[in-house]
């Protein structure tokens, strides 16, 4: 019994400098200089939360047609609804093709993370501090620089399978030969595929721009270690 008070101490202390060794680790690894690698993979977890988030906002229902990236018609398209709204069968022609052209980019952008995953994922560790540095919005324009034409090419069929999907280009056409069977007008066949692909990423990229300059400027938004130490460098 009198050798539990030793024992006590001897287990206190080497506990103490468990717990104090184990803290140096911890700041070590805490205040050690990020690596261009570490602030890579930080950008791309930052872009990928952005992603997700963005693509839940604009494929739920109604996250095109009721909110500010509703897609409107382009003005050349304009001048066909326009012209058959006496027509009968057409009175309602616009606002009919907006509906299904939101509700496809809807359907479409909620298949759009995969693409979205491997553009990010091939981004490069050059300019990883530049774009750490830069603008609330670097990182996402810097995707948007290196990966636009790529990822329009991946999300056009996608963008085109939803308007089949809902048969929006199918009632388009329909639409387009109405209009062109009119006497005296000028023929007139817009695609409308590439301009909704053109709306929805425009819609995706500026979600994705909200999210990363929500990260930089609010720590709370930073929900991974790896997060909050990239980004507490740009604080500093």
Same mark, same amino acid.
């Given at each position: ?13 080497? +506990? ?9 680790? @911890?700041? =070590?690894? *805490?205040?050690?200089? %990020?690596?261009? !690698? ?93 774009? +750490? ?9 810097? @995707?948007? =620089?290196? *990966?636009?034409?790529? %990822?329009?090419? !991946? ?82």
């Amino acid at each position: 019994m009198k050798n539990i008070p030793f024992l006590l101490l001897i287990v206190s202390f080497t +506990l103490f400098w468990s717990c104090s060794d184990l803290q140096r680790i @911890l700041d =070590e690894t *805490t205040d050690r200089p %990020l690596s261009t !690698e570490e602030v890579a993979l930080g950008l791309k977890e930052a872009l990928n939360v952005g992603v997700d988030h963005g693509v839940s906002l604009l494929s739920a229902r109604d996250g095109f047609l009721k909110s500010n990236y509703k897609i409107l018609l382009p003005p050349e398209a304009r001048k066909i609804t326009d012209r058959l709204q006496g027509v009968p069968g057409f009175s309602n022609v616009e606002e009919i093709i907006i509906e299904r052209i939101n509700r496809s980019a809807e359907d479409a952008v909620g298949r759009a993370a995969p693409i979205f995953g491997q553009a990010i994922r091939s981004m490069t560790v050059q300019d990883a501090w530049g774009i +750490l540095r830069g603008e609330n919005d670097a990182a996402t324009s810097y @995707l948007h =620089e290196r *990966t636009s034409t790529e %990822l329009y090419n !991946e999300f056009n069929p996608v963008i085109v399978d939803a308007l089949n999907k809902y048969e929006a280009l199918d009632y388009w056409e329909s639409t387009v030969n109405a209009y062109n069977s009119l006497p005296f007008v000028e023929q007139l066949n817009p695609r409308l595929d590439d301009y909704i692909t053109h709306r929805a990423l425009d819609a995706l990229f500026d979600r994705i721009a909200i999210e990363e300059a929500e990260i930089r400027e609010d720590v709370e938004k930073r929900t991974t270690e790896l997060l909050r130490r990239v980004f507490e460098r740009q604080d500093g």
